[in-house]
């Protein structure tokens, strides 16, 4: 499975940005996608994850309320909206594919990753 990121930047507090990650490969079986973030010297943080069918999402607590996951089985893309950034957001962002069983935050579980997409929150 191959993962591509993009949609990071810079913004303000308060402001917004949209991550994508388009799938390819073996989608069929490593289905179960998740976006983790990572800050300098700090191992990689579960921000949010969703199952095969988009029925189920998962949220860190930090950013419930704030982030919102979503997927498009059609066109194999996962979605991350995030509204009411807040400097803690800073970070570099991952997407992560992985078999449906687990637990969503532990990056152990999660077998393809992507490159990467840096989002900066700052005045």
């Known amino acids: 499975v191959q993962l591509v990121e993009s949609g990071g930047g810079s913004v303000q507090p308060g402001g917004s940005l949209r991550l994508s990650c388009v799938a390819s490969g073996d989608t069929y079986t490593y289905n179960f996608m998740g976006w983790f973030r990572q800050t300098p010297g700090k191992g990689r943080e579960g921000v949010a994850a969703?199952?095969?069918?988009?029925?189920?999402?998962y949220y860190f607590d930090s950013v419930k309320g704030r982030f919102t996951i979503s997927r498009d089985n059609a066109k194999n893309t996962v979605d991350l909206q995030m509204d009411n950034l807040k400097p803690e957001d800073t970070a570099m962002y991952y997407c992560?594919?992985?078999?449906?069983?687990?637990?969503?935050?532990?990056?152990?579980?999660?077998?393809?990753w992507g490159q990467g997409t840096q989002v900066t929150v700052s005045s």
């Open positions: 992560a594919a992985g078999k449906p069983y687990g637990n969503w935050y532990d990056s152990t579980r999660y077998n393809f």
């Open positions: 969703i199952n095969p069918g988009g029925g189920l999402t």
